[in-house]
């Protein structure tokens, strides 16, 4: 009997030994260690993920559908726990996100390398392009000028980037399957429509080498037309092109589209 | 009497520890219900939920045996985080060694070895991992009730045995151990938490009330699980699970037929790691189940099959569909 009494409390003490863990590898001198970030963008309407083609009722009794959905997402940058922040690189730091483009589970993948290896609780990224960018004229724009042109994200050098594509067909009470065009962005030095966006993250993040968390970002589209303010088709929003106006105000409220879902760590 | 008073403190001991931890269980605080990590939820339901306290550790009767049972499972889930997400199937095979073996008296010792072979079926891609998964053992006290002596004889009759009086209680502390591979990373396209186990040590405590009639018998069963951290510094939510069965039993010369029904549970509190909560990665099930035993001479064959009645799983990214098993065992 007493064989097994020091059996049990054998056990007993491994038990409770074993479930009590100390190897905190989190906090090691992390100096010059860089890994891996994945931001996975997910366009949404509302709780649903956003499908081409599909129909989508909005407020005022209007209705749209889309063929083309991309923007631009540019100056991203993370803040650790001590708040030190580590922006990833200029010139590769901007980057158009297109829903034709996402995988089979609709996500559009942004891969940043050789970021500092740190643990991250915050990220910001700008929509479109700032003028100080802008500023570093067609010859500093890099490969960008061209990837841009490519995919249809500008109107000519002088007006400069359109922020977002929104192409498709709306209707309305009165009127149906009339096209749809959003095309926001800045106009030259003129009219700065860049918008930044921070969100702190629901779980740290921890970059290493051998680590590779993801940010999987929503992007709420009904926000673009029911944001910061309610923007209606009948009202000239079907049309948003260079104009001083309408612009600003889409831009207010492509700033809200953004949420970070959740994350990943490995 | 001897060895019940020897181990009398221990027992004690041992209720309040279970107690205590039962206790601590109910003060956790649950998150609720944005958010959801499809990491998280394997695991808990493959890894641990085949060896879990909700599937019972042994037969109706309490017989002791070696055996191998079946274990079909059916879960249905949300490959995205909208509503309009497209679903997974996936379909965990598993097939166990288990057996429950008599050190004497009032200890036995309940073991599980499973092997896992998990299919998942999205969009027409079918992804399978398979291996060993993780094994758990339970020592076990039991506490046997008596009848009363009659309380008018005067005779104490000291030659003639106790008699059982069917109530029994059972103590059990055991471990999990992380033989099921947890892999760090799998392909995107597999859900990165497709595990055949959960890579830590987790303590188990159960503690069960058995009455075993000639004709009616009822087991419960109720088992906490403190779960470690494994080496990604990922720690599944500890784990309750509780199970009540009914059975009845009809003799004949050849078998006795033990038909039963049952409800059966489990609640998971939320997942950490790098000891940070992660969102929706906590749940709660509560089963239906029915089947029967059929014991012929040495052997005991069972079969049941299970349908949720109620469930809050992951966020409600998870859903359970169905489960089946099939046991065969041979009793010593």
Not at chain 1, 106 to 120: F, H, K, R, S
Not at chain 1, 172 to 177: E, F, G, I, K, L
Not at chain 2, 268 to 280: A, K, N, R, V
Not at chain 2, 288 to 302: C, D, M, R, T, V
Request: glycine residues 8%; contains cysteine.
């Amino acid at each position: 009997m007493k064989l097994l009494k020091y059996t049990f409390a054998l056990l007993v003490c491994a038990i409770i030994t074993s479930c009590s863990s100390d190897d905190d590898s989190n906090n090691k001198d992390l100096t010059g260690q860089k890994g891996d970030l994945i931001l996975k963008f997910d366009n949404a309407v509302g709780d649903q993920d956003f499908i081409f083609g599909t129909t989508y009722n909005k407020s005022n009794d209007e209705s749209f559908q889309l063929t083309t959905l991309k923007y631009i997402v540019s100056n991203i940058r993370v803040k650790d726990n001590e708040g030190n922040e580590f922006m990833y690189p200029e010139e590769d730091n901007i980057f158009i996100v297109n829903e034709a483009d996402g995988n089979n589970a609709g996500e559009i993948w942004v891969v940043l390398t050789d970021v500092d290896a740190a643990n991250y609780t915050e990220i910001t990224f700008g929509l479109g392009v700032d003028q100080e960018r802008f500023a570093l004229g067609a010859e500093g724009q890099g490969d960008f000028l061209d990837l841009a042109s490519e995919e249809g994200m500008m109107w000519s050098w002088a007006s400069g980037y359109k922020f977002v594509r929104f192409d498709g067909t709306f209707s309305t009470a009165n009127v149906s399957d009339e096209p749809l065009n959003i095309h926001m962005g800045s106009v030259g030095a003129s009219l700065d429509n860049y918008r930044e966006i921070t969100m702190s993250l629901p779980n740290t993040i921890l970059v290493r080498e051998d680590k590779t968390p993801e940010i999987h970002i929503k992007a709420d589209i009904a926000k673009v037309f029911n944001g910061a303010s309610e923007i209606n088709f009948a009202d000239g929003y079907d049309q948003v092109h260079t104009d001083a106006n309408t612009t600003p105000v889409v831009a207010a409220n492509v700033q809200t589209m953004f949420e970070v879902h959740h994350v990943h760590n490995d | 009497m001897n060895v019940f008073q020897d181990f009398k403190p221990l027992v004690v001991a041992f209720a309040l520890l279970f107690v205590s931890i039962t206790v601590s269980a109910k003060n956790t605080k649950y998150k609720c219900c944005h958010d959801f990590n499809p990491e998280a939820w394997f695991c808990d339901l493959c890894g641990c939920s085949t060896s879990s306290g909700s599937f019972g550790f042994g037969t109706l009767s309490n017989a002791n045996f070696v055996g191998v049972r079946y274990i079909y499972q059916d879960f249905e889930s949300r490959n995205g985080i909208f509503e309009n997400s497209p679903k997974s199937e996936e379909v965990f095979n598993t097939y166990q060694l288990w057996a429950q073996v008599p050190i004497n008296d009032t200890f036995f010792v309940t073991a599980n070895v499973p092997y896992q072979d998990l299919t998942r079926n999205f969009q027409g891609n079918k992804d399978n991992l398979n291996g060993l998964g993780d094994i758990s053992a339970i020592g076990w006290y039991r506490l046997q009730f008596y009848k009363k002596k009659s309380s008018d004889s005067t005779l104490v009759d000291y030659n003639s045995p106790k008699e059982p009086s069917g109530h029994s209680l059972q103590f059990g502390l055991g471990v999990k151990l992380p033989t099921g591979k947890f892999e760090e990373e799998l392909a995107d396209n597999v859900n990165p938490g497709f595990q055949v186990g959960t890579g830590s040590f987790d303590g188990i405590f159960s503690l069960g009330y058995n009455y075993g009639g000639d004709k009616i018998g009822v087991n419960t069963l109720m088992s906490y699980y403190l779960k470690g951290e494994n080496k990604n510094e990922y720690q599944f939510g500890d784990q309750f699970s509780y199970s009540v069965n009914l059975y009845t039993v009809f003799l004949s010369d050849k078998m006795n037929i033990m038909p039963f029904v049952g409800l059966s549970g489990d609640v998971y509190d939320s997942i950490t790691q790098y000891d940070e909560t992660l969102q929706d990665t906590d749940g709660n099930i509560l089963n239906a189940s029915f089947g029967s035993e059929l014991a012929i001479e040495k052997f005991i064959f069972g079969a049941s099959y299970t349908l949720p009645v109620h469930q809050s799983l992951f966020g409600d990214n998870v859903e359970s569909k169905q489960r089946f098993s099939v046991y065969v065992n041979f009793a010593l």
